[in-house]
Nanobody
Framework: QVQLVESGGGLVQPGGSVRLSCAAS????????MGWYRQAPGKQRELVAS???????NYADSVKGRFTISRDNAENTVYLQMFNLKPEDTAVYYC???????????WGQGTQVTVSS
């Protein structure tokens, strides 16, 4: 089992920034991928960004150039720094973890990010 604890989020004005953190604990394999999905009201959950232990990064087109994912492998923690936030970034952001190789994701509890003036 893997447990994920998220922090960060909240209310931010358009153009503002916020950082999310997610710490993993439990049965952590050396090779894994961690990242973030988000789900806005009435929409499907979508991948925002992901990063493997060896540094491979993937971003959704909608966040490229505005969001930065990073991780501390020693601490099993992943971060999502979000800049120039837009109202359409409003969503619940979920951290996830998946072993490599592996099937299925472990999920954090979700943290709300609201972009509004």
């Amino acid at each position: 089992q893997v447990q994920l604890v998220e922090s960060g989020g909240g209310l931010v004005q358009p153009g503002g920034s916020v950082r999310l953190s997610c710490a993993a604990s439990g049965n952590i394999f050396r090779s894994n991928v961690m990242g973030w999905y988000r789900q806005a009201p009435g929409k499907q959950r979508e991948l925002v960004a992901s990063m493997t232990t060896d540094g491979n990064i993937n971003y959704a087109d909608s966040v490229k150039g505005r969001f930065t994912i990073s991780r501390d492998n020693a601490e099993n923690t992943v971060y999502l720094q979000m800049f120039n936030l837009k109202p359409e970034d409003t969503a619940v952001y979920y951290c996830y973890f998946r072993r490599i190789p592996g099937l299925g994701n472990y999920w954090g509890q979700g943290t709300q990010v609201t972009v509004s003036s």
